[in-house]
C-alpha cells in the first residue's frame, strides 16, 4: 500500500535512501558502537563472575547486529520505493532548545521569574499565531505566579530574583 | 472474610480529611493533566515527587496514584469532545465516542465512560485487595533467575504496545538497557560510561528520561503541528443512559473490566493495551461490526473500562513484585525508595497501612472522579477551549521547574531537553519510546538478578530454564514473541493502530 510518506520512486539516490529504517538503524549502530568501544575499559569477566563490561558489551553488540538488520531492511525498501519519508522540524528543535537552554543557563543568575518570563517569550513566540499582547501577558504573569507557587508554596531551593 | 477486614482497615486510613484532601488533589490534577495535551501523568507524577517528600509515604502515594487514574478520566473526556485523546489509553474511545457526540449524544457516552470506569475501578481495586496478598505469597519462590525471566518477559510484551516493526522496538529496549547502565556499578564500583563528566556518575533519572522522551518530545512535535481544537459540544446536556443505551453498554463493561484487570498485571501490559485488546474483542464479539466506528456504545464502554481496571491492577506487580509495568510505576517506586519503604513481597506485612491506605484510596477516589467529572463538564470544556499557542510555553515552563526540583541542578533540565530531541527524532524514524523507559528502568534490575543468578549456578545459563517457575515465564516469552512474528497477527497490529490514528 502507497501512502503519503513513501518515496515512490526506485533510484537509489541519497534522498530517497534516508528513509526512516536506515536513519533509525544508523543512529542504533553509532550508539550501540559508542557503548562497545566505552566498554573496552571494563573488565568483562566471564559468566560466573560477570565483570562491569559483561551485560552492557553484550547488550550493545547484539544491539549492533539488529542496527545492521534495521539498515539493510531500509535500503530494500529504498529500493523498491516503499521507504518511510522522515521530515524532521529542525526550527522547532532550535525554538524549545533556545527557549529551555536560556532558562537553564540564567536560572541561578537572574532568578526564577526572569528566566521564567524569559523561556516562556521565546517559547511562546514560537508557536504558529502567536500575538504579541498574549504572549508577553501570560509570560509576566505565568512566571510570577509560578515563582511564588514553587518557592514558597512547593519550597524549591531556587532564587526568585535576580542577585545584584 | 480477609478481605473485607482489610480493606475497612485500609478505608480508616484512607478515609481521614488529609488523605482524603490529597487524594482530592491528585485525582484533580490527574483529570486536568489528562484533559490538557502534550502533559501527561508521568510528567506531572515527576514534578511532584519533590511535594511527596515532605508528606507522610501514604499520603503521597495517594496523591500520585489519583493523578494517574485521574488522568485516565481526563483523557477520555478530550477524546469523546473534541476527537483528541489526552491519553494514549484514551486513543480508542475516540473512534466511537467522537462518532457519537457529533451524533448529540455525548452526554451518554461520557456517563458511559464516566460510570463504566467506577464499576472497573472498583473491581480492579477488589482484585488487588484479593490478588495482592496471594501474589506476594508466591513471591517468596521467586528467586534471582525467576525475576530476570518475568524482566523479559515483560520487556517482550512492551513489543507488543509498540507500533511499527518489531526489530525497531528491540532495539529501543536495548537502548534503554544501555543507557540504564550508565553510572556506577553497583557490584564492582567502577563508573560506565560517564565520560568523566561529574554529573552522569550516577546516570541519568527516571524522570529526567520520561519527561524528555514522552513530554518535551510531544511538545516539539506539537510544535509544528499544534493540536486542533474543534469542540463538538459547546454545552452537553442529556448527562443520562436511556435503557437501550444501558443495555447495550452493560455487558461491554464487564468484558472490559475482565480484559483490562488480567493485561493489567502483566509487565508491559497496562492502560493502553487493554483499550486496545477490549475495543477489538467488543467488534469481533458484536452481531452488528460494522456499528465500530460509528458510534457504537460498546466501544467507549468497554475500553473506558479497560483502561481504567489496568491502571488499578497494574499497580499489583509493582507493589508486590517491586517489578515496575510503566513508567509511571517506576516513579511510583521512586516516591517510595525515597522514604525507604522497599516495594515487594515484605511490604504488605511491614507498611500494611500504607498498603492497604493505598488500595481504599483507589475506591475514594474513583468515586471522586466520577463526582468530578459529569457536574464539572462545563469546565473542562471551557478549558479545552484556550487556544494551544497559550498552552505551550506555560507547560513547557512547568516542565523546566518540574527538571530542575528534582535534584537541584541545571544538567537535568539540559539532559531532558537532549532526550526530548532524541525521542523527537526517534518518533519521526517510527521508533516507539516505551519499550526504551522499560529498558531504561529494568536494565539494572535485570543485570543485577542475572549476575546472582549466575554467580549461584556458578555460570551456568541453564539454570533460567531449569527452575520450573523461570521455565514457565522463558516459554512465555518464546511464544510471546512467535506470536508477534506471526504474519496474521502482523497485520493486525497494523490495523489496530493505523485505526488509533482517525
Known amino acids: 500500500m502507497t501512502g503519503l510518506n513513501d518515496t515512490n520512486s526506485t533510484e537509489l539516490s541519497f534522498r530517497n535512501l534516508l528513509n526512516a529504517d536506515t536513519i533509525a538503524g544508523l543512529i542504533f549502530f553509532c550508539i550501540g558502537g559508542f557503548f562497545t568501544t566505552s566498554s573496552f575499559t571494563l573488565r568483562f569477566g566471564s559468566p560466573m563472575d560477570m565483570g562491569p563490561a559483561f551485560f552492557p558489551r553484550s547488550i550493545a553488540i547484539i544491539m549492533m547486529l539488529f542496527a545492521l538488520a534495521i539498515i539493510m531492511r531500509g535500503i530494500q525498501q529504498a529500493r523498491a520505493g516503499k521507504g518511510s519519508r522522515v521530515r524532521i522540524e529542525i526550527l522547532s528543535i532550535l525554538q524549545v532548545s533556545a527557549a529551555i537552554i536560556f532558562f537553564a543557563l540564567t536560572l541561578r543568575w537572574l532568578g526564577l521569574i526572569l528566566s521564567g518570563m524569559g523561556l516562556m517569550m521565546i517559547a511562546g513566540f514560537s508557536v504558529k499565531g502567536a500575538r504579541w499582547h498574549e504572549v508577553m501577558f501570560l509570560a509576566v504573569t505565568v512566571a510570577v505566579t509560578s515563582g511564588f507557587l514553587f518557592i514558597y508554596g512547593l519550597g524549591i531551593q531556587a532564587p526568585l530574583l535576580p542577585r545584584f | ?502
Not at chain 2, 86 to 96: C, Y
Not at chain 2, 311 to 338: D, K, N
Open chain 2, 1 to 502: 472474610m480477609e478481605i473485607i477486614n482489610n480493606l475497612v482497615y485500609g478505608l480508616g486510613v484512607a478515609v481521614t480529611p488529609y488523605n482524603l484532601g490529597f487524594g482530592f488533589i491528585g485525582v484533580l490534577l490527574g483529570t486536568l493533566v489528562g484533559v490538557l495535551p502534550g502533559i501527561g501523568p508521568v510528567a506531572t507524577i515527576s514534578m511532584l515527587l519533590p511535594v511527596t517528600y515532605a508528606l507522610s509515604p501514604a499520603t503521597g502515594l495517594i496523591m500520585l496514584a489519583g493523578i494517574y487514574y485521574g488522568a485516565q478520566y481526563g483523557g477520555s473526556t478530550t477524546a469523546i469532545l473534541i476527537n483528541l485523546p489526552g491519553e494514549s489509553s484514551a486513543v480508542v474511545t475516540t473512534l466511537d465516542g467522537h462518532k457519537m457526540a457529533q451524533q448529540g449524544k455525548a452526554g451518554a457516552a461520557l456517563v458511559v465512560a464516566a460510570l463504566g470506569s467506577l464499576f472497573a475501578g472498583i473491581v480492579g481495586t477488589l482484585m488487588i485487595a484479593g490478588f495482592a496478598p496471594v501474589l506476594a505469597g508466591v513471591a517468596f519462590l521467586f528467586g534471582a533467575p525467576e525475576y530476570f525471566s518475568l524482566m523479559v518477559l515483560g520487556l517482550v510484551g512492551s513489543i507488543l504496545l509498540a507500533r511499527g516493526s518489531v526489530m525497531k522496538a528491540i532495539v529501543m529496549i536495548l537502548m534503554g538497557i544501555l543507557f540504564g547502565s550508565i553510572g556506577i556499578d553497583v557490584n564492582s564500583g567502577a563508573a560506565r560510561f560517564s565520560m568523566g563528566s561529574s554529573s552522569l556518575i550516577d546516570g541519568f533519572g527516571v524522570a529526567v528520561v520520561a519527561m524528555g522522551l514522552f513530554g518535551l518530545s510531544e511538545l516539539l512535535r506539537n510544535l509544528s503541528s499544534p493540536p486542533e481544537h474543534n469542540v463538538v459540544a459547546k454545552r452537553v446536556t442529556g448527562l443520562w443512559l436511556n435503557k437501550q443505551q444501558f443495555s447495550d453498554a452493560a455487558p461491554a463493561v464487564l468484558r472490559g473490566t475482565a480484559i483490562g484487570s488480567f493485561l493489567g498485571l502483566l509487565p508491559g501490559g497496562g492502560a493502553v493495551l487493554s483499550s486496545f485488546a477490549a475495543y477489538a474483542v467488543e467488534k469481533r464479539l458484536s452481531r452488528h461490526p460494522e456499528r465500530f466506528g460509528e458510534g457504537a456504545i460498546e466501544g467507549v464502554a468497554s475500553p473506558e473500562a479497560a483502561n481504567n481496571a489496568a491502571a488499578q491492577t497494574s499497580f499489583i506487580p509493582m507493589l508486590t513484585l517491586g517489578i515496575p509495568a510503566t513508567a509511571t510505576m517506576a516513579l511510583m517506586i521512586g516516591a517510595m525508595t525515597v522514604h525507604n519503604i522497599q516495594p515487594g513481597p515484605q511490604i504488605i506485612s511491614r507498611q500494611p497501612e500504607l498498603f492497604w491506605g493505598l488500595i481504599a484510596s483507589m475506591l475514594t477516589g474513583n468515586i471522586m472522579l466520577v463526582i468530578l467529572n459529569l457536574p464539572m463538564i462545563r469546565l473542562w470544556v471551557k478549558l479545552l477551549q484556550v487556544p494551544y499557542r497559550l498552552l505551550l510555553p506555560v507547560i513547557l515552563l512547568f516542565c523546566a521547574i518540574g527538571l530542575y526540583s528534582l535534584e537541584y541542578t541545571t544538567f537535568d533540565i539540559l539532559a531532558a531537553l537532549g532526550f526530548g530531541v532524541f525521542g523527537y527524532v526517534l518518533t519521526k524514524c517510527e521508533c516507539e519510546p516505551a519499550p526504551f523507559v522499560l529498558g531504561f528502568i529494568l536494565g539494572p534490575m535485570m543485570e543485577e538478578n542475572l549476575r546472582r543468578a549466575l554467580t549461584i549456578s556458578q555460570g551456568d545459563f541453564s539454570v533460567l530454564f531449569t527452575r520450573p517457575i523461570s521455565m514457565v515465564l522463558m516459554i512465555a516469552t518464546f511464544i510471546l514473541l512467535l506470536i508477534l512474528m506471526a504474519p496474521s497477527i502482523r497485520r493486525r497490529r497494523e490495523d489496530v493502530f493505523t485505526e488509533g490514528e482517525a
